[in-house]
């Protein structure tokens, strides 16, 4: 199976910092990674998907890049309501496997 | 609007078995792959299962022999029967639809399982 290890767990930010997170895959898996966006108590929302394409309706502050083995998602300015926790997840190959999750919480 | 409605779920023994059902809405169903991702209370989020337009599955390893998924196009229903069910199966079930090869865009509610004595 192909690990997906994110970095940092948690990130502690303020409005306005620009945020980077990591994702490494153990295996390539060229651009086969989608972005996801998880509030307390709701489900997942898609953010980016084939690594660094924009889903339909989700802030430009958002952005994602890499392919291989690594990967970042890239919040520009961060918004109050960006606090959540971020997922990358590969599609390359089954079974299909998530990152860890990164806790981006306020400073 | 797309809309995903989840139900099935609740409290079960260890060993028994639940059906989940995920109603779909707003979109072409029976040209669409669908999946369940699940997540363990406090946990991060694990695939389970995922069937192709066509019906193809694919499982992770922790489910197979276990749970089988299914669809009928014509009630444009997606099913997951969970069968010898274990503690670790405890989780919020998400119903989603699979996009570009395995990426997933619209998702459900939830619907909490629940397995203990």
């Known amino acids: 199976d192909i690990q997906m290890t994110q970095s940092p767990s948690t990130l502690s930010a303020s409005v306005g910092d620009r945020v980077t997170i990591t994702c490494r895959a153990s295996?390539?898996?060229?651009?086969?990674l989608a972005w996801y966006q998880q509030k307390p108590g709701k489900a997942p929302k898609l953010l980016i998907y084939?690594?660094?394409t924009l889903e339909s309706g989700v802030p430009s502050r958002f952005s994602g890049s890499g392919s291989g083995t690594e990967f970042t998602l890239t919040i520009s300015s961060l918004q109050s309501e960006d606090f959540a926790v971020y997922y990358c997840?590969?599609?390359?190959?089954?079974?299909?496997?998530f990152g860890g999750g990164t806790k981006v919480e306020i400073k | 609007e797309v809309q995903l409605l989840e139900s099935g779920g609740g409290l079960v023994q260890p060993g028994g078995s639940l059906r989940l059902s995920c109603a779909a809405s707003?979109?072409?169903?029976?040209?669409?792959?669908m999946g369940w991702v699940r997540q363990a209370p406090g946990e991060g989020l694990e695939w389970v299962s995922s069937?192709?337009?066509?019906?193809?599955?694919y499982s992770a390893d922790s489910v197979k022999g276990r749970f089988s998924l299914s669809r009928d196009n014509s009630m444009n229903t997606l099913y997951l029967q969970m069968n010898s069910l274990r503690a670790e199966d405890t989780a919020v079930y998400y119903c989603?639809?699979?996009?570009?090869?395995?990426?997933?865009?619209?998702w459900g509610q939830g619907t909490l399982v629940t397995v203990s004595s």
């Open positions: 989603a639809r699979v996009v570009f090869q395995g990426a997933h865009d619209y």
């Open positions: 707003g979109f072409s169903f029976s040209n669409s792959a």
């Open positions: 069937i192709s337009g066509g019906g193809n599955t």
């Open positions: 295996q390539s898996i060229t651009t086969w």
């Open positions: 084939k690594a660094s």
């Open positions: 997840q590969q599609y390359n190959k089954w079974p299909l496997t």
